[in-house]
């Protein structure tokens, strides 16, 4: 059975751009500020690419308690992805090829990030290792101990029927996995930028204004809910006020973007036991600046976790948040 987000965290993975040939490398100062506000009991186990990060982490942080893993060719900050599902014991792996576009297939080599992977987990970690025969990025699942929601971006991703997919996910991992539908225009496909459990029977939701411009959105968060009623789960509504930048790209496509950023998403939030990291973000007016960095402080401090806040402007910028770079186990 899976290890759900709100399960006894005693390991937090975490990767430190310093020195990665790729843009990831800007986000340092925020990698620092994000170990500072992890709690001390959890474990920091952080991969570099270079002796001098390493380095640099351990004359920053004397007393944490953290080890550095040295993968000199690693240059991926999203783990969450990349590195596989816990189960307590083990860890679940399965194929990471993410199909944004072909830009990301041409730049990224996604076999050796697998290959590293696996042999972090193996050696360091020192955890068994249960190979799941779908490609499938960590995102786009969102478990308790009895479901897990994937966006039918699995269904594109793997040459099987739906029904041998359903039987692989419920087979290996134990948990019945329930298909929902992929929002119109998100081509990353993550179920993870709309849900996340806090508890057994309890989600956590995003909701968009009532803008002309997310009324798309808006019907596509009512469809979740209504999937969640169904499975008689109770809802925390996290309030979200996406800006919709596009981020550029240089596929083949031409488009002008294959991705947004994730400015304006709180529900990619981090749980540590009971301790919440959560994102804060620069929004377009000061009031609603205030307004959405303090109403789900406020909505899940009523829960008793201690909620602890980052701002994410900068990670953002790449197209995730703080669910999306963490592994815990």
Known sequence: MVKADFDKVNHLFLSYPDGFNNEYDELVPFFDKLITKVPPEIHLHIIVSNIRAKQKLEFKFPRRMMDVVIEESWNEIWLRDVMGISNGENIYKPIYEPNYCNYQIRSMNYRNLNNISINIIKDHLQRGIIHIPLKLDGGNFIANHRFAFMTEKILRDNDLPEQEIIAIIKDKMGVTPILIPTNKGDVVGHSDGYMGFIDDDIICISEYPKLDSLKDDYKYLESLKGICNDLNLRIQVIQE????????????????????????????????????????????TLKETIYYNNVNEEALSRYGYQVIKINCDMLAQHGGSLRCLSITC
């Not at 919709?244 to 749980?271: D, W």
């Open 241 to 284: 006020r996406p800006l919709g930048y596009s981020i550029p790209c240089e596929c083949e496509a031409k488009k002008k973007c294959c991705t947004y950023t994730a400015n304006g998403c709180y529900v990619n939030f981090l749980r540590l036991n009971n301790a919440i990291i959560l994102p804060e973000y620069t929004l377009t």
